[in-house]
């Protein structure tokens, strides 16, 4: 590591440089909230569908599978990621994860069986695993060592939040809403992340510097010695033979 990177790699925390590094860790994990809304949406769904009142009627063994195949599925979207994410970009995947999202929310909202709901959580389940790589990895690409700590405590603190966001809605909505709602939200990513910047080390692995300096550039400060940490991430490339 060069002595000018080892010198701007631990910034201030009130630095531009920080904060530009917080923003976008902030913008990218806001796709581990959109997870949480899933995984609190059973707690709240199951009671309104047991009660008397409800137009779709549920056996146990159902209400343990619409609780449980979220889990079930959301394997199968990491390793689809984990397997796209160097061909396509993290940002990019970021983008797709949203969509198996939209679609299980809304196919949820308009299910008129149990089996149809089931189908709908599957599916929401395989773009809950599709959020959970690209996230972490965004972050951690973008991020210097004295930002690490902060930006990769954000997945967990925001999936939680999401959790409390869907209960804390459902005092004042029914499920039906809450499945609108949250569909909503997954479409504002999806826009919102096409303008999200693909990280330096993904841009390099394409052999693209120029347009890797760019990006750096975006989560850096004007001042920051951009081509030091260029070089050091090329170089770290060719010393472990990454193609």
């Not at 689809?80 to 299980?104: A, E, K, N």
Request: with cysteine; net charge negative; charged share 15%.
């Amino acid at each position: 590591m060069s002595k000018d990177m080892d010198k701007d790699s631990y910034p201030g925390f009130y630095t531009t440089t920080s904060m530009l590094q917080l923003g976008h860790g902030i913008w990218a994990n806001l796709s581990t909230i959109a997870i949480g809304l899933a995984f609190g949406f059973p707690s709240i769904q199951t009671p309104q569908l047991s009660s008397d009142s409800s137009d779709i009627k549920v056996t146990t063994e159902e209400v343990s599978w619409l609780a449980s195949i979220l889990t079930l599925f959301s394997p199968l979207g990491c390793i689809l990621t984990g397997i796209l994410m160097d061909r396509y970009g993290r940002s990019v995947m970021l983008q797709c994860c949203t969509l198996p999202m939209f679609v299980g929310w809304i196919y949820t909202v308009s299910s008129e069986t149990a089996l149809h709901m089931i189908i709908a959580r599957a599916v929401l389940g395989f773009g809950c695993g599709m959020a959970m790589g690209p996230s972490r990895i965004f972050t951690s690409e973008i991020s210097l060592p004295n930002m690490r700590g902060l930006l990769g405590a954000l997945p967990n603190m925001f999936m939680s939040f999401g959790m409390t966001v869907q209960a804390a809605l459902s005092l004042f909505y029914s499920w039906p809403d809450l499945c609108y709602i949250s569909g909503v939200f997954n479409m504002a990513l999806f826009g919102s992340y096409i303008f999200l910047p693909e990280t330096p080390y993904f841009l390099l692995l394409q052999d693209n510097t120029g347009k890797a300096r760019k990006a750096l550039a975006k989560v850096r400060d004007k001042h920051y010695d951009i081509d030091a940490e260029i070089n050091d991430l090329i170089e770290f490339k060719q010393e472990n033979n990454i193609p």
